[in-house]
């Protein structure tokens, strides 16, 4: 089926990525005394409410590959704004991968589902880490484990957040 692209569309998709900025930058103060705390890289947490918006925008959109556009784009802003963290230029990297993996998972889940918000959060987020960890952090064995492990729980938890703000968008006919 053929989606036309529409304004509307477009300009949703570009308040997601600004959107997500923005979540990144309120939430990150929030959560490094937290990730601080157990001596972790506080952007395995924030990254989750970052790529929150990006599934949002494409579930709405509902075109193939939006997600991976979004968050390149996210990814470009990012890195021309300074927002780049430990990554520099691999900032690109960092977060259109999670793009591309919400891309799959849309590809075999319900549109709108809850099981879609969190898979594709959750997923996201992990290989947003993995790559992170990867390219700078270098964190070994059970210091790399409990990271994971704190970036799939916060992921899953915005995918659950990102679910009912879809559903209130949805049940407001803002959609």
Same mark, same amino acid.
């Given at each position: 089926?053929?989606?036309?692209?529409?304004?509307?569309?477009?300009?949703?998709?570009?308040?997601?990525?600004?959107?997500?900025?923005?979540?990144?930058?309120?939430?990150?103060?929030?959560?490094?005394?937290?990730?601080?705390?157990?001596?972790?890289?506080?952007?395995?947490?924030?990254?989750?409410?970052?790529?929150?918006?990006?599934?949002?925008?494409?579930?709405?959109?509902?075109?193939?590959?939006?997600?991976? =556009?979004? %968050?390149?784009?996210? /990814?470009? *802003? @990012?890195?021309? !704004? &300074?927002?780049?963290? +430990?990554?520099?230029?691999?900032?690109?990297?960092?977060?259109?991968?999670?793009?591309?993996?919400?891309?799959?998972?849309?590809?075999?889940?319900?549109?709108?589902?809850?099981?879609?918000?969190?898979?594709?959060?959750?997923?996201?987020?992990?290989?947003?880490?993995?790559?992170?960890?990867?390219?700078?952090?270098?964190?070994?064995?059970?210091?790399?484990?409990?990271?994971? =492990?704190? %970036?799939?729980?916060? /992921?899953? *938890? @915005?995918?659950? !957040? &990102?679910?009912?703000? +879809?559903?209130?968008?949805?049940?407001?006919?803002?959609?």
């Amino acid at each position: 089926m053929k989606h036309p692209i529409q304004t509307r569309h477009l300009v949703f998709l570009s308040l997601c990525v600004c959107g997500g900025l923005i979540a990144k930058r309120v939430v990150t103060p929030v959560l490094n005394p937290l990730t601080d705390l157990i001596r972790l890289p506080g952007g395995g947490a924030a990254a989750a409410f970052s790529l929150l918006f990006i599934v949002l925008g494409c579930t709405v959109t509902d075109w193939p590959f939006a997600a991976t =556009l979004s %968050a390149l784009v996210q /990814g470009a *802003l @990012a890195f021309c !704004l &300074g927002m780049t963290g +430990y990554q520099g230029a691999f900032t690109l990297l960092t977060y259109s991968v999670p793009g591309v993996a919400t891309d799959i998972v849309r590809r075999f889940t319900p549109k709108g589902s809850a099981i879609y918000f969190f898979l594709s959060c959750c997923l996201g987020n992990l290989l947003c880490a993995v790559i992170s960890n990867l390219l700078v952090f270098h964190l070994r064995s059970l210091t790399l484990l409990l990271w994971l =492990l704190v %970036a799939a729980c916060f /992921g899953g *938890l @915005a995918g659950i !957040l &990102g679910h009912l703000v +879809y559903g209130r968008l949805k049940k407001a006919a803002v959609l």
